[in-house]
């Protein structure tokens, strides 16, 4: 390679790499709360943009998230930063693709063919709402999928075969076409209109795409039959050429695998959970975790041919709402100022009440979207018209406050003061119980939420007795890799304290149905811990059989009293516990009556806890390990010594030997 053309690849390159960067740095600005994602995403495609040339398979890059994190959106935008707009297509695996006709709706070939995209060259595919393309039910059994077959051959090398049995098809219409022409001998015009000795446009169409003919649609559909037939037989005698090369595309899979995100992406009523904790929930998702899912639509070959690049977004947390929200006031103030000349500021508790009154975590961004639309663009228009009526002209800002009691917006220019009524549903649905029903709730949740900090060292992530969801009040906790034995009992202890908190406050009299679901929890965790866990007096998994085949312990009925004493053991100590910290349970109470809820450090300092506990919900098995190796370094060592020089096998056993 000569220096100039060195020298010239060398600057391609450079330039190339600090366009990647711009368009990052673009897309940031643009996509709240997924910094992560698209620096994973830009560094998957860099290959493939910097240098083509080396790409000789289709850059495979999967997206899943739960619905409103904006995955079509990164890609639309990244496509139009890359300046591939003009190649670039979209398709809905639902079998609706926006823009394809109706001959190339069950294929991906024909869109393609149909699109920008010119064979062996750079383009970007997207295969959106890709969890609908299902090629298993949910029996696990083949479903019967007829469109887009094609792709499976597309995501494995990306070259695609020609369509021969359209291709025969076609060819096949025509001969029977003359035919019945000579069969029939000389016709009348009319009949011969109706005669099919042509091509369609969409054969022609066809033809010209599997051909790869540099012919006009119009000069193929004014071949005769014997010309057809002639181009036909000479592409299947020469079998060159055969295949249409997508090799270089870069592919986009976007889709919602609600089943990786289990019980998360079924909860699109739940406003009252906050944004961090689903995030943190689904941050924990991996690789693992979309194989799994993906097992559950599609066959194994099929789930190798997406690779193993799965871009998982979390749900946004609370930062990222609270960015959006800022950023979609100030389009709206910006706009109004831009048509009206008035100039808007909107007070803090503005944003505070959107965000309590549109944010769904589990929904992303388009229930936000809808409600500060709904919250703000009428008062806004009116807001400008009473202010322009006292002249305002951007020279003073007009003062916008939230009163959430009334609920409305005030407006304030000058001495002038007026009222714009909002409808907040949310904050009306959190408020709707009776002072009696709200000490109940207290009570019950301070009684969860204590008990789970004095067992398990550290405050649950939520307690709240305001909630829109449902009527009533919930705690939330971190959940455990591992339960021990007395994490089991704990966890028991804990289910059953909201009852003993009613018990102590109210009377054993004005208990109340309330703790039913608390019940239901702790008898089947009891009856785990005796059946299941081996934890109780019996050394067997304990069960009812269903099979045959089933090796069981079925004598369950005779561990019903064992449950029953360990439920109420772990009822007397979640009072005796309460009644020790009788102080924090009253500190909580009055918080979640006040308030609707209180934060963790607060309630970790009403128990002496640490404010944020280090390492995850287990146990300290690394610690009792190192005990156990200490405590037997006299057995171990020995043998360790005697081992050197023997195999495998020979230390094993003088191990064994000793702990016996």
Sequence with gaps: MSTDIHSELHAELAERTKHLQTVARSLKEELFGIDDIIDRVIESLRAWYVLPQLISRPVIVCLWGLTGTGKTQLVRKLAQHLGFYDRFIEVQMDGFSHGSGHHSRGSISAMLAESGIVEGTPGILVLDEFQRFRTVDGNGHDAKVERYQDVWALLSDGRLPPALSMLGEIESSLAYAEYEQDRDGPADKKKLKKRKLHLSPWEAREVKRCLKLPETLL????????????????FRDTQQGWETDYSKLLVFVSGNLDEMYAETAQRVEDCDTDADIFHALTKKLSVIDVKKALANRFRPEQIARLGNNHVIYPSFNRATYVQLILSICDRYVSEIQESSGVRFVLDAGVYEQIYANAVFPAQGTRPLFSSIHAILSATLVNAALWALERNADGAEPVWLTLDASVPCIVAKYRKARRQFPVTLELNRLKQRSSEDFRALLAVHEAGHGVIYGVLF????????????????????????????????????????????????????EACTSGASQDFMQATANAAQYVRHYAFGSRFSRTDIANDANDDLNTDVEATNPEIEALLMQEHARALALLETHTSALM??????????????????????????????STDAYAALLASFRAHKADVLQPAADEGRGAGPPAVAARVLRALA
């Design 587 to 616: 500190a909580v109470v009055d918080a979640l009556m006040r308030e609707g809820s209180i934060a963790p450090a607060e309630l970790a300092a009403l128990l002496d806890l640490p404010a944020t506990p280090a390492g995850e």
């Design 219 to 234: 000069q193929i559909m004014a071949w005769k039959p014997a010309e057809v037939h002639a181009r036909l037989r000479a």
């Design 457 to 508: 060292g550290r405050a649950p992530q939520e307690i709240k007795i305001n909630v829109a969801s449902f009527e009533g009040g919930y705690n939330s906790y971190e959940q455990r890799k591992a339960w021990s034995k007395e994490n089991l009992r704990d966890r028991i202890c804990v289910s059953l304290a909201g009852r003993a908190a009613e018990q102590m406050v109210f009377g054993g």
